[in-house]
């Protein structure tokens, strides 16, 4: 099994407490992990030590096996948009996705190919300031697959899309796993994983579950969000 992206006992604490702690998963090529848990879980802490943005107290999170920060021209391998990351409101889609494509180190024509992908093509010289919520996700996905990368770490991107963008990211995602890539994503919308996941991780400062959907789904009544609120009981 190919495995893209890995949490290895990563533990991080600030101060005397763990933000996380012990967290233990890997995320295969193909797949779609899902990563929920309540506000203040650890999950934002988590995507950051994986993509660099923090170091570990102890443990390791890996990307191809090695730390996000050591590699090669890393948007061509990893694609990130994380919640809060913000762009500057008087860039034009085109021209935030310009710089992307030059920091990646990419073709020029890679952003005619990332507006089509995400169906911003009409609003690509309208300034940033001027997007929607669901546009502004949209070119942050835009941003995120510039560099054609094989594994994209997703925080809430279905925030603030309207029922079609929902139905396009769902596909978008779902193709994307298929063409081999992988996908790790933290939401809280439980419906939208359900649709989407191949593995949820559940977790709570610790790991609570690993497992497949349909794994998951048996602590439930047929739903994801169900069996959420079940496992979380009964780890108090």
Partial sequence: ?????????????????????????DVPAGSIVGLIGPNGAGKSTALAGLTGLLEPSTGRATVFGSNYRSLTRPATKVGVHLDGMDFE?????RRHLKICQLAAGTRPDSIDRVLEQVDLVDNAEKKIRDYSLGMKQRLGIASAVIGSPSLLILDEPANGLDPDGIQWLRTFLREFAESGGSELVSSHQLSELQQIADEVVIMKQRMLFHGSLEEAMAFGSGSLEDAYFRILEGAR
């Fill in 1 to 25: 099994m190919t495995v893209h992206a890995s949490f290895d006992r990563f533990s991080k604490k600030r101060g005397d407490i763990f933000a996380v702690e012990d967290l233990t998963f």
């Fill in 89 to 93: 409101p008087g860039l034009t889609g």
